[in-house]
């Protein structure tokens, strides 16, 4: 199986994915200390940040929403689909849920619902391009 651009993106995506931890898990530490940020949950710990929380909670979304994306990717690309909208809705799903993690954590609802709606979006052009070609 050769890297499509919709691989190629999904890469990106997980590999975000799976470093979105590191800046609430820092920010865990700057308040509890390493020992703290390691010990079981303590309600007698002090709290994360707000930011931090959201930021743990737009990891969480992350996830979930990969969960969806990532097989529609692999199903596309294995039975050979590959177009422009494909390739475009990759892209936009990369750069949404990456502005959904910034602004998620910033605080700025507004924009964090637009961003999640645009890569709910793109998911479902891959899977409506995936159906069509059932037919």
């Keep these: 199986m050769k890297l499509t651009p919709e691989l190629y993106f999904l890469t990106l995506v997980a590999t975000a994915t799976a470093l979105m931890w590191i800046p ?4 865990r530490i700057a308040t509890r200390g390493v ?3 390691m010990a079981n949950p303590d309600p007698s710990l002090p709290p994360e940040p707000a930011w931090a929380q959201r930021a743990k909670l737009a990891h969480a979304n992350a996830i979930e929403n990969l969960a969806v994306f990532a097989p529609l990717v692999l199903v596309a690309t294995a ?3 590959s177009t422009p909208a494909t390739v475009f809705a990759a892209k936009l799903y ?17 924009v964090r619902t637009l961003a999640f709606v645009v890569g709910a979006g793109a998911t479902l052009v891959l899977a409506a391009t995936i159906l069509a070609s059932a037919t």
Excluded at 24 to 27: D, S
Excluded at 100 to 110: L, T
């Design 24 to 27: 609430y898990t820092l920010a």
């Design 35 to 37: 020992m703290g940020a």
């Design 79 to 81: 039975i050979g689909i």
């Design 94 to 110: 990369l750069f949404a849920r990456l502005v959904h993690y910034v602004v998620y954590a910033a605080g700025i609802p507004v």
